[in-house]
């Protein structure tokens, strides 16, 4: 009777210790069942904004952007598995953003902030981890026009092409900065950047171009607009700024 105790000590640490075990195989396969649902989760939305960017026709996207821009983002996703999930989020605001509220004549100044936001979001899986890429914000949340459709879509998008596109993405004292600003009535973005020495690939056809976007300005905005373009030293720096209140009164005294 006494050498039967530790017999069922014995069984009772092996019912233990394989309570313990089948409950660790069961995390683990609920672990490897959800890392599996995530990844068919990615693939399934990458090959959805895949199909979205094959929808969209050069011809209506040569005077807002180059289109190649997606594809070699979409490049630059697959090859950063871990922030695959996160970018291709991002990508799917932007294209929601080119393939719908472009189409308005106007946005409001929020959605065109947001939509550069994730933009950059996007661009930054293409940088060393050293690159300074400096984003700042200073808007008024309670300036009334901040969500009035006066703004014209994909209006800050040259300027940060531009800063990508000139900067050493990879060199570690290089840096990108893009500064949006709201207030009184005052859309304004300024973008910096420290030049490569390498000479910029040639770019393909697209684009709206810096000279394109100033005569679209112009048309739209006619004097209450200012760009200026200016470098200092191996410094370019890019500054727009849009008066939303007097072009608002402009609009309303032409009806």
Do not use: C, W
Request: charged share 25%.
């Amino acid at each position: 009777m006494l050498a039967e105790i530790p017999n069922t000590k014995l069984i009772l640490i092996s019912i233990g210790i394989g309570l313990i075990l089948l409950v660790a195989i069961i995390y683990l396969i609920y672990k490897l069942i959800k890392s599996e649902k995530r990844k068919k989760d990615a693939e399934l939305k990458f090959q959805q904004l895949e199909a979205k960017i094959n929808q969209i026709e050069l011809q209506s996207l040569e005077s807002k952007l180059n289109p190649h821009l997606f594809k070699n983002i979409l490049n630059s996703i697959q090859s950063h598995a871990y922030q695959t999930y996160f970018a291709l989020d991002k990508l799917a605001n932007v294209l929601d953003y080119i393939l719908y509220e472009s189409r308005n004549k106007f946005v409001t100044p929020k959605e065109e902030i947001d939509f550069a936001l994730n933009l950059i979001e996007i661009n930054k899986i293409k940088v060393s981890p050293l690159f300074e890429l400096k984003v700042k914000t200073k808007i008024r949340e309670s300036e009334p026009l901040l969500e009035q459709r006066l703004l014209a879509p994909l209006i800050s998008i040259d300027l940060i092409e531009n800063a990508f596109k000139h900067a050493d993405l990879q060199s570690s004292d290089a840096f990108i900065s893009v500064t949006f600003e709201f207030k009184d009535s005052i859309f304004a973005i300024t973008v910096a950047n420290k030049m490569s020495i390498k000479k910029p690939m040639k770019k393909e056809k697209g684009g709206i171009g810096v000279e394109t976007l100033e005569q679209r300005l112009k048309i739209i905005y006619s004097d209450h607009f200012k760009l200026d373009r200016f470098t200092e030293g191996d410094i370019y720096i890019a500054h727009l700024k849009i008066n939303l209140l007097e072009h608002k009164a402009k609009m309303l005294a032409i009806r």
